[in-house]
């Protein structure tokens, strides 16, 4: 299917006390559900997924980061999200601890939340499935995953490259 093909980036930031932060989004996609903290590259300027992430946790959470405070633990290539567009998303831990929560944005608000209290909220229906299992086995390691997200078909997702668990 020839679908638009977007790059973009997800952050998973902490409050000092280990609590993820997480954005209800107000935009699509993902409107209404919970994410962490990202966005796309700025591809007319050369943007690297690097790039794009000190620049999102700058706008979005006031955060001023390096490279340094980030490690790419993986990404994925979504297939057919939604039906509309296919997606290459790199995703990033970062190392530099919150101190206060976020003021709200245009994009949503903010809340922290325990790695338990996720499984319990409104997150993206892929996400649960292809996002946190990951999240919980590679944040320190590295995955490679590529994923048909077609919308009238199952999940269908393949590890291309898994280090460290």
């Keep these: 299917m020839n679908l638009p093909f977007k790059i973009s980036v997800l952050v998973f930031l902490h409050s000092e006390d280990g609590k993820l932060l997480m954005i209800e989004r107000r935009k699509a996609p993902n409107m209404g559900c919970w994410s962490p ?25 006031e955060l001023s980061i390096t490279k340094e405070d980030l490690h790419l633990w993986g990404y994925v290539s979504e297939k057919h999200f939604e039906g509309e567009k296919h997606w290459l998303m790199f995703m990033f831990d970062c190392k530099k601890p919150l101190k206060e929560l976020p003021k709200t944005i245009d994009e949503g608000n903010f809340a922290f939340y325990t790695r338990e209290e996720i499984d319990e909220i409104k997150v993206p229906p892929t996400d649960r499935d292809l996002i946190w299992p990951y999240y919980d086995s590679h944040r320190d390691g590295f995955i490679a995953l590529r994923a048909d997200c077609h919308p009238e078909k199952d999940l269908k997702i393949v590890v291309e490259e898994s280090i460290g668990i």
Excluded: W, Y
């Design 37 to 61: 903290i990202g966005g796309k590259l700025e591809m007319d300027r050369g943007e690297s997924p690097f790039e794009c992430a000190i620049r999102e946790v700058g706008e979005e959470a």
